[in-house]
């Protein structure tokens, strides 16, 4: 069994700054990628950043410069720090990970249950 456990959110004022942590844990014998994506209300989930074991990144054109992603693979642990918080960054965020289990060779996507930013005066 495998959980990732998001935390960091929170309420910003426009032009602020939050940083989101994810954790995976559990059986767990590999990650290879692991990403942040958002969701904001009436809207299709998007990519965010994604960063590889290799900490090779890639972010959305309207993340980048505002946003950083980082990873801690001793502690299977994805970041994102977000500056310069604008309104329409307002979403439900959620880590992703790619990932392989003690005993099997696949690897398979996981999902964490979400974390809320609100970007509000």
């Known amino acids: 069994q495998v959980q990732l456990v998001e935390s960091g959110g929170g309420l910003v004022q426009p032009g602020g700054s939050l940083r989101l942590s994810c954790a995976a844990s559990?059986?767990?014998?590999?990650?290879?990628?692991m990403g942040w994506y958002r969701q904001a209300p009436g809207k299709q989930r998007e990519l965010v950043a994604t960063?590889?074991?290799?900490?090779?990144?890639n972010y959305a054109d309207s993340m980048k410069g505002r946003f950083t992603i980082s990873r801690d693979n001793a502690k299977n642990t994805v970041y994102l720090q977000m500056n310069s918080l604008k309104p329409e960054d307002t979403a439900v965020y959620y880590c992703?990970?790619?990932?392989?289990?003690?005993?099997?060779?696949?690897?398979?996507?996981?999902w964490g249950q979400g974390t809320q930013v609100t970007v509000s005066s």
């Open positions: 992703n990970a790619h990932i392989s289990r003690y005993g099997s060779s696949y690897f398979n996507y996981y």
């Open positions: 559990g059986n767990i014998f590999s990650i290879n990628a």
């Open positions: 960063i590889t074991s290799s900490s090779s990144t």
